[in-house]
Nanobody, 126 residues
């Protein structure tokens, strides 16, 4: 059993940077992949980034490559999403999720994730 709590979302201006956090409450986190997903208002859930909890096998969706960075601080049991040069299209509710690191299902598939946080909202004004 794992509980995930996101934090850090807020209103920012076009071009700003922001880091959001995902604190994990549980044990054996090294067995997981952590993914960041987002749901823009009125749109479908989409993957943003994913990483093994150990910090390897990092992947990003094309729209954020070069701007966003996923990382994990294992000592703090916390994953982060560093977002740079934010655009209005990045505005969404951002959620973190965990799934088995041995899964053969692509990291972009939400149904394969076992644990989810409630999300934190990021708003970007133009």
């Amino acid at each position: 059993q794992v509980q995930l709590v996101e934090s850090g979302g807020k209103l920012v201006q076009n071009g700003d940077s922001l880091t959001i956090s995902c604190e994990a409450h549980g044990v054996g986190l090294e067995r997981f992949v952590v993914g960041w997903f987002r749901r823009p208002l009125g749109n479908d859930l989409e993957v943003v980034a994913a990483s093994r909890w150990t910090g390897i096998n990092i992947q990003y969706t094309d729209s954020v490559k070069g701007r966003f960075a996923i990382s994990v601080d294992r000592a703090k049991s916390t994953a982060y999403l560093q977002m740079n040069d934010l655009k209005p299209d990045d505005a969404a509710r951002y959620s973190c999720a965990l799934k088995d690191r041995l899964s053969r299902v692509p990291v972009s598939i939400p149904r394969d994730y076992e644990y989810w946080g409630q999300g934190t909202r990021v708003t970007v004004s133009s």
